[in-house]
């Protein structure tokens, strides 16, 4: 079996991280007073190895799939939204779609398996691995070999980017039912109970919730055994969450910054993280999702998210909303006068 998941990523550069730090505290500002701004655009200096970052290039690729515990009456939402939304990401109607636009960035859209058939669209490739998902209350997500095509796919979206010059990859995801999956995969990684972690995703009321907990539940006492991390996206995932994984490490392994979008992409983010623990400072977390087991994922990823804006849609729209804030670092940096060149007093010393 090809483990290219496991092969090693590109570090980041200390001499540019050190020497992006003294530029920022020798900008006309008191060191410090642009706060994570500053240490936005240091970081990007060491991923990229440039003094002069950028976040103008950006790639965006959202993975879509339907999810086999759909049967379990787990979602606010009818399945067949998931290949609807598709051709609406297609058609520019999206959200997300909007927000690329809007932001010059080139998207892709993934299908990975849908139960609706999609007309063949022009604008969405098509990476089908079967309809849907195994039911994970009842079988496992995924056989080996799908388990393989999803990672595959997720890198080959990179491998796209990385081929345009990409400087900054925005990975989203569209799955009816998949806060079910990704809260299993937390609910296991954080040795966490599903009444703690389970919460609405779509909208369901609390009724809802309390059967999606016990779905999930369900689905981790079936496969009790699975605790290596790649064993628990295959028994207890979905396609889109095993194609953002295989994206987050790709990412890393060839040098692209990543902005890591809500609830689906953290837990895709953690679960990357602990196949490869070497690409955490490949995936800044771009904003906390309103979807309430969001924060324990955060924590597990010992980061501060950049914005907080009570946002739950998925898509990777959140991550999408982040990008200016990671042009605007950049744009400090690269373009602020320092205190020498403006003729401003230093602090004293
Ligand atoms: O990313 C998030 O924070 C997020 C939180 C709640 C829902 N979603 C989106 O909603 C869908 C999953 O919700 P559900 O209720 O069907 O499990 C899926 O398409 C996600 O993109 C996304
Ligand atoms: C309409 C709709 C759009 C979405 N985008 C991501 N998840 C979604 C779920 C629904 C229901």
């Keep these: ?50 003094l002069h970052p ?18 379990e009456s787990v979602s606010a939402f009818p399945q067949a939204v998931t290949a609807q939304m598709v051709a609406n990401f297609a058609g520019g109607g999206a959200a997300i779609s909007v927000l690329a636009k809007s932001l010059g960035a080139s998207l892709e859209v993934i299908n990975l398996g849908t139960v609706q058939p999609t007309a063949a669209l022009p604008q969405v490739i098509d990476a089908t691995i079967a309809p849907q ?60 109970d599903p009444a703690l972690l389970a919460g609405p ?13 016990r779905v999930i539940e369900q689905a981790l006492n079936l496969h009790a055994q699975a605790r290596d ?57 771009s904003h906390a999702s309103a979807e309430p087991g969001h924060r324990l994922a955060v924590e597990a990823m010992g980061q501060v998210p950049l914005l907080d804006l009570g946002l739950r849609l998925g898509e990777g729209s959140g991550a999408a909303v982040a990008v200016p804030l990671v042009r605007l670092a950049c744009d400090l940096h690269n373009g602020m006068a320092t205190f020498a060149e403006a003729g401003v007093a230093d602090k004293a010393r």
């Design 1 to 50: 079996m090809d483990n290219w998941y496991l092969d090693g990523v590109v570090a980041p550069s200390e001499k540019h991280r050190n020497k992006a730090l003294a530029w920022q505290n020798q900008l006309t500002k008191p060191a410090g007073s642009l706060g994570r701004l500053e240490s936005l655009a240091v970081e990007l200096a060491a991923l990229q190895h440039n």
């Design 54 to 71: 950028s976040a103008a290039r950006v790639a965006m690729a959202v993975f879509a799939a339907d999810q086999g515990v759909c049967a």
């Design 133 to 192: 998902s195994g039911n994970i209350a009842r079988a496992a997500a995924m056989t080996h070999e799908q388990l393989q095509l999803a990672l595959a796919a997720g890198r080959a979206a990179v491998q796209r980017a990385q081929a345009n010059n990409t400087d900054l990859f925005v990975a989203g995801e569209m799955g009816i039912g998949n806060t079910t999956t990704a809260t299993a995969m937390l609910c296991r990684l954080l040795e966490v």
């Design 201 to 213: 995703g779509t909208g369901l009321d609390s009724a809802g919730v309390s059967h999606k907990a």
């Design 229 to 285: 991390p790649v064993e628990v996206l295959r028994c207890l995932g979905g396609f889109e969450t095993a194609a953002l994984v295989g994206a987050y490490i790709a990412c890393a392994q060839t040098g692209i910054a990543v902005l890591v979008d809500g609830f689906i992409c953290t837990a895709a983010a953690l679960l990357a993280s602990r196949i490869n623990p070497a690409i955490v400072p490949w995936l800044i977390l």
